[in-house]
T-cell receptor, first 113, second 112 residues
Framework: DTAVSQTPKYLVTQMGNDKSIKCEQN?????MYWYKQDSKKFLKIMFS???????INETVPNRFSPKSPDKAHLNLHINSLELGDSAVYFC????????????FGEGSRLTVL | AQSVTQPDIHITVSEGASLELRCNYS??????LFWYVQSPGQGLQLLLK????DTLVQGIKGFEAEFKRSQSSFNLRKPSVHWSDAAEYFC??????????WGAGTKLIIKP
């Protein structure tokens, strides 16, 4: 009965490949996020969607493309993977754009070789 | 510019001892303040939050935090830590749109 679930949990791939991470939340929230956590645990927001509309698009290479088919899902597609993309990617959700109370998934650890 | 500083990269505490994790922020208006915990291999979980009112806020797992405007601080405390408290702790401040600015985290290590 996971609130925010991400798949896959682990992803190992070669440089240059394309990969996707999926996120689903069953909390009825209408805002979802993608965060990147690097090896030093620093959290950086990448994207935010509210009711399927993009509301935050931080300085992220355009190789990263989010897609929200409905307000319960937010997927992340990454083209032409680079070594520096290795990180843990977290999906999170919240009710409304403005609460600050985020519910996080367990993370997807991406390793690019 | 808005920022959050967690001065301690890691802290080691004996099991049963008290704990205080420091957080300082830089923000022009009244801040909305949060503490999140990340257990190993897990996502982040909200421990507690301060929006307004009583400056001492209680959270889950026996944690509390005190907002001190004069010191621009929001330190997290627990009177007696348990081994299961070993984790990474993140302080965050929300701007007027509740978008979060995150600290770099403090890793809590528990000695048996």
């Amino acid at each position: 009965d996971t609130a925010v679930s991400q798949t896959p949990k682990y992803l190992v791939t070669q440089m240059g490949n394309d990969k996707s991470i999926k996120c689903e939340q069953n909390l009825g929230h209408d805002t979802m996020y993608w965060y990147k956590q690097d090896s030093k645990k620093f959290l950086k927001i990448m994207f935010s969607y509210n009711n399927k509309e993009l509301i935050i698009n931080e300085t992220v290479p355009n190789r990263f493309s989010p897609k929200s088919p409905d307000k319960a899902h937010l997927n992340l597609h990454i083209n032409s993977l680079e070594l520096g993309d290795s990180a843990v990617y977290f999906c999170a959700s919240t009710l409304g754009e403005s609460t600050g109370e985020l519910f996080f998934g367990e993370g997807s650890r991406l390793t690019v070789l | 510019a808005q920022s959050v500083t967690q001065p301690d990269i890691h802290i080691t505490v004996s099991e049963g001892a008290s704990l205080e994790l420091r957080c300082n922020y830089s923000y022009g208006a009244t801040p909305y303040l949060f503490w999140y915990v990340q257990s190993p291999g897990q996502g982040l979980q909200l421990l507690l939050k301060y929006f307004s009112g009583d400056t001492l806020v209680q959270g889950i797992k026996g944690f509390e935090a005190e907002f001190k405007r004069s010191q621009s601080s929001f330190n997290l405390r627990k009177p007696s830590v348990h081994w299961s408290d070993a984790a990474e702790y993140f302080c965050a401040v929300g701007d007027s749109n509740y978008q979060l600015i995150w600290g770099a985290g403090t890793k809590l290590i528990i000695k048996p």
